[in-house]
């Protein structure tokens, strides 16, 4: 499957932006998506997960609440909405693919990836 991330851009602190990861090659029901980020000088971080059907959901802390995770299988896409951004969610934002059976949390576990997209938030 290839994933193509897009929808990234500069925002200021407080505002919003939705990623998108268009899938093609393969259907997207038959993998666990996820979106990491990576911060200047920081290792790549899980930020959310989402299972096959939408039915089970990981975030992590620091984005709860404010982070929202989705797919469309219909349309093979699967978005991530950023709200009340915040200047410590400047990063290059990733999404993967994994063909676990449950969502699954460690970048090793992911076996397909896109190229990343800029979100930098301005304080």
């Known amino acids: 499957v290839q994933l193509q991330a897009s929808g990234g851009g500069l925002v200021q602190a407080g505002g919003s932006l939705r990623l998108s990861c268009a899938a093609s090659?393969?259907?997207?029901?038959?993998?666990?998506m996820g979106w990491f980020r990576q911060a200047p000088g920081k290792g790549r971080e899980l930020v959310a997960a989402i299972n096959r059907s939408g039915g089970s959901i990981y975030y992590t802390d620091s984005v709860k609440g404010r982070f929202t995770i989705s797919r469309d299988n219909a349309k093979n896409t699967v978005y991530l909405q950023m709200d009340k951004l915040e200047p410590e969610d400047t990063a290059v934002y990733y999404c993967?693919?994994?063909?676990?059976?449950?969502?699954?949390?460690?970048?090793?576990?992911?076996?397909?990836w896109g190229q990343g997209t800029l979100v930098t938030v301005s304080s």
């Open positions: 993967a693919a994994s063909t676990a059976i449950v969502v699954v949390t460690t970048i090793r576990q992911y076996d397909y």
């Open positions: 090659g393969r259907p997207l029901n038959n993998y666990i």
